[in-house]
């Protein structure tokens, strides 16, 4: 189970020693295609067993509910956060904005 | 916008493979896919620790800030808990779908891999594919809805509810809604929800 984690925390340390080396920038897309593969994979499976299949309608469904709770519950979280430590609307702005590459691949 | 329906199409494509028979059994069977998600975190972990903005964020950092993905988070986890009761799944299958914080790739992969121990393969798939679609939909309502959510809601409300999205693809939106002031709340928030990602849903699906 927690192999996974493992390899991740390796990963990060192998980044932070090799940063300086041009491999290291094209990691993100690589990741974006392993996670093709990967989603092709659990495809595969939702496609090859007949009673998945036949459950896409309500696993949509039950999708909607959860989106639903994640956007209810950190809305929530803002509303909460804002009145309680930003109320004078300070400090936000604080600090250089970073580059952003494009990582949308990623997702 | 073009990766979520690249997903979309390589899951798509995937499941009409599987329909029509394409992929041999063995192929279906064999541990494979763990071996693959197994060079997906290495390179996930690469791309964290290479970062050459990890030391300027770090440095830009206003702590009250950290304090709103870590409430988002938790806003989401409490709710998905609340929503499992509902549909009938386990509490811990709930939090693992809601850990997803809108990186519907990882979470979903990852769940369906690590839920198999606890639910079987088929709950497992199905599973991954309610994480899938719950955290594209919440991608998609992010970029719809993102400036009735300031105007109603707060600056911040775009924000979280982008989870993980609120530095990549719902970032113009954001700052279009809340205000270019918002940049670093926005990039803070959405790099710790990115990384709590595969933290937390290994961690969920090992109950």
């Not at chain 2, 929503?83 to 769940?111: F, Q």
């Not at chain 2, 989870?163 to 809340?178: E, F, H, N, Q, R």
């Amino acid at each position: 189970m927690f192999n996974v984690l493992l390899v991740m925390f390796a990963g990060i340390a192998a980044g932070y020693l090799f940063r300086k080396m041009k491999f290291t920038a094209s990691a993100g897309k690589a990741a974006g295609v392993v996670i093709w593969v990967m989603l092709f994979a659990l495809g595969v499976e939702i496609g090859s067993d007949p009673e998945v299949r036949g459950n896409l309608s309500v696993l949509g469904l039950q999708a909607l509910l959860f989106a639903a709770a994640g956007v209810i519950g950190s809305v929530l979280a803002a509303v909460l956060v804002y009145r309680t430590l930003f109320r004078n609307g300070s400090g936000i702005a604080a600090g250089e904005s970073p580059d952003m590459e494009d990582r949308e691949g990623r997702r | 916008m073009k990766g979520t329906v690249a997903t979309l199409v390589f899951f798509a494509a995937g499941c009409a493979a599987g329909w029509a028979d394409l992929i041999p059994e063995s192929v279906v069977e064999s541990d494979v896919t763990t071996w693959i998600l197994y060079v997906l975190m290495f390179l996930v972990g690469i791309g964290i620790g290479s970062n050459p903005d990890l030391k300027k964020i770090i440095r830009a950092i206003d702590p009250r800030l950290l304090v709103l993905p870590l409430a988002s988070i938790a806003g989401t986890l409490v709710l998905s808990a609340c929503v499992s009761l509902l549909t009938g799944w386990g509490v811990s299958d709930g939090l693992a779908v809601g850990g997803g914080m809108g990186y519907y790739s990882l979470s979903s992969i990852l769940i369906s891999q690590y839920k198999e121990a606890s639910l079987g393969a088929q709950l497992a798939a199905e599973l991954g594919t309610i994480a899938l679609l719950s955290n594209i939909f919440r991608e998609l309502f992010t970029l719809v809805a993102s400036p009735f959510l300031a105007r109603r809601f707060g600056p911040f409300a775009p924000i979280t509810s982008a989870g993980a999205t609120a530095i990549d693809v719902c970032l113009p939106v954001i700052l279009k809604s809340s205000g270019e002031r918002m940049l670093p709340a926005a990039v803070i928030s959405g790099i710790i929800s990115d990384f709590s990602v595969p933290l937390l849903v290994p961690l969920f699906c090992s109950f």
